[in-house]
């Protein structure tokens, strides 16, 4: 067992714009955090992993190419990989706890 310390809490992410960062990875999953301030922009691009996102705070909406929704804290979203989407309107600081299945980028061929 662990406990994953600061998973989905929220941290300003600075002048860097939005935060990502990892806290658990294993080959089969790993678990991070995602923050994106209030009035700002995802510019995240679609996953070679499936995804779940549960909002631990914040306000905002999620955009797919068919649906657009509101997410609040509680939500649980998931997007299958190759899905495109991103968080849209931003009205309140936005903190993620995010888990991907199978790790974040272990299906993103080497070049």
């Given at each position: 067992?662990?406990?994953?310390?600061?998973?989905?809490?929220?941290?300003?992410?600075?002048?860097?714009?939005?935060?990502?960062?990892?806290?658990?990875?294993t080959s089969d999953l790993s678990v991070g955090t995602y923050c994106?301030?209030?009035?700002g922009l995802d510019t995240q691009?679609?996953?070679?992993e499936d995804e779940i996102y549960v909002v631990t705070s914040?306000?905002?909406?999620?955009?797919?190419?068919?649906r657009t929704a509101d997410v609040g804290p509680?939500?649980?979203v998931f997007v299958p990989a190759g899905e495109e989407h991103r968080f849209i309107d931003v009205t309140e600081d936005l903190a993620l706890l995010v888990v991907?299945?199978?790790?974040?980028?272990s299906r993103t061929s080497a070049s």
């Amino acid at each position: 067992m662990e406990i994953i310390e600061g998973a989905g809490t929220w941290k300003h992410p600075g002048e860097a714009g939005n935060d990502w960062a990892e806290q658990l990875r294993t080959s089969d999953l790993s678990v991070g955090t995602y923050c994106i301030p209030a009035g700002g922009l995802d510019t995240q691009s679609p996953h070679t992993e499936d995804e779940i996102y549960v909002v631990t705070s914040g306000r905002a909406k999620i955009k797919t190419p068919d649906r657009t929704a509101d997410v609040g804290p509680g939500t649980v979203v998931f997007v299958p990989a190759g899905e495109e989407h991103r968080f849209i309107d931003v009205t309140e600081d936005l903190a993620l706890l995010v888990v991907f299945g199978p790790a974040f980028g272990s299906r993103t061929s080497a070049s």
